[in-house]
């Protein structure tokens, strides 16, 4: 893994204490791949989570998992009439612990595929970093694994917020660019600490082989732990950027965005070498942030929804205008179980298919001089609240 030490020290194992019965800590990787076959071009994500990991030490405890309270006694006394069946709880709701493998594709037809593990199955260590359970490696420089979800095991369990199917992989990666700001708040920490990362190796997803070559991967990675996911979740990345005013693709500048972190969001950025840096965790008086995900219609066709996202960052220097659009035909509707249980869930609309402009305007005196205006493809888009989970 490259990046500097503080990155390192920070992208490890970051539950601990009390958190450990009480929170949530997530790493995410995003790449590119490229189908052997036709050579076309697929977006992966693949994530490791940890939800309340010692509630539960010896089993995975899903909060959506059914669990049947009724007993044989209290069924006789509602046949015979001595108690009223509405009485009786058929379910118990539980708080959910569990450690999870999530890899999935993004596009036209998205899909994920989850496996869940106990505390007690993870083998841990620090120096080198590495965490494995069963067939699945998440160390300093590479990600391996596979998961396999038959038809009947779908059926079964559909708890497992997941789909059926088949994928492995086995991949090195290296941090080209870390970060080591974004939030840091006293419950909760994100930071892009692989905002560029190259990522190599092969994957394999319901019968079809994929390549992954640095250079074209796109990678990303990022980490967030604390007691619960922000209840409005907000993302974008993306280093699929072209100069509008010169035409050139601008090879050193990708950016990620992430929030809501006490009613703001975070921008991390870098445009050919030349970092903009707005940390969630900032002064109030730094800079200012709007942001939206709205429906919106598609100029080439009508009939089709897209969703669009807007951000606007504001400061003494800068003025950054960000516009993207995703077809709602390719995105994903995931499901996250939030810690706190009850069956609470965040749930996100993700796609990676998002087109738009970034617009850089720097504030001289009384004047706005446009830095770069820039078209975006490929961009992540990520937008979720959240609600009352229903299986």
């Known amino acids: 893994m490259g990046g500097t030490k503080k990155t390192i020290k920070i992208s490890r194992y970051g539950l601990s204490g009390t958190s450990k019965k009480l929170g949530v800590n997530l790493w995410r990787c995003f790449f590119t791949a490229f189908e052997k076959n036709s050579a076309s071009e697929q977006k992966f994500f693949l994530e490791l989570e940890m939800v309340n990991p010692s509630l539960s030490v010896a089993e995975p405890l899903l909060g959506f998992k059914p669990r049947v309270t009724i007993t044989e006694e209290d069924l006789q006394y509602a046949l015979a009439g001595t108690t009223s069946a509405s009485e009786l709880k ?62 009947e095991e779908f059926q079964k369990h559909p708890e497992y917020l997941c789909d059926k199917g088949y994928a492995s992989w086995n991949l090195k990666y290296e941090v080209v660019r870390d970060m080591a700001e974004g939030y840091k708040g006293k419950t909760e920490q994100w930071f892009p600490y692989g905002i560029r990362t190259d990522f190599s190796g092969i994957v394999s997803f319901d019968g079809a082989d994929y390549v992954v070559e640095p250079r074209k991967c796109h990678g990303y990675m990022d980490r967030y732990w604390g ?74 066709d009508p009939e089709e929804e897209k969703l669009h996202w807007s951000v606007s960052i504001n400061s003494k220097l800068w003025v950054i205008d960000i516009d993207l659009y995703c077809r709602v035909r390719e995105l994903a509707n995931r499901t996250l179980e939030l810690p706190e249980g009850n069956r609470k869930i965040l ?23 446009q830095i770069e205006f820039a078209n975006i493809t490929n961009a992540e888009c990520e937008f979720g609240h959240e609600e009352d989970g229903v299986i």
């Not at 036209?108 to 067939?135: E, T, V, W």
């Not at 090879?251 to 970092?275: C, H, T, V, W």
């Not at 749930?347 to 001089?369: D, S």
Request: overall charge positive; hydrophobic content about 35%; glycine content about 6%.
């Open 347 to 369: 749930n996100v609309v993700q796609g990676a298919t998002g087109t738009g402009e970034i617009k850089l305007f720097k504030k001289t005196r009384k004047t706005l001089e």
């Open 90 to 151: 058929s379910e118990n709701i539980v708080q959910p612990s569990y450690i999870v493998v999530r890899f999935g594709k993004l596009g036209s037809q998205p899909k994920q595929i989850c496996a869940y593990h106990s505390l007690k199955g993870m083998r841990f260590s620090g120096k080198p970093f590495s965490i494995q359970m069963d067939n699945k490696l998440f160390s300093e420089d590479q990600l391996s694994g596979f998961i396999n979800i038959s038809e």
């Open 227 to 300: 007691k619960t996911l922000p209840y409005d979740w907000f993302h974008i990345y993306s280093s699929s950027l072209q100069s509008i005013i010169s035409g050139r693709v601008l090879k050193n500048s990708y950016f990620a965005i992430q929030g809501a972190f006490e009613d703001r969001l975070a921008f991390m950025g870098s445009f050919e070498d030349s970092d903009i840096l707005f940390p969630a965790d900032s002064n109030k008086r730094l800079y200012t942030c709007v942001w939206d995900c709205t429906q919106a219609p598609s100029t080439e």
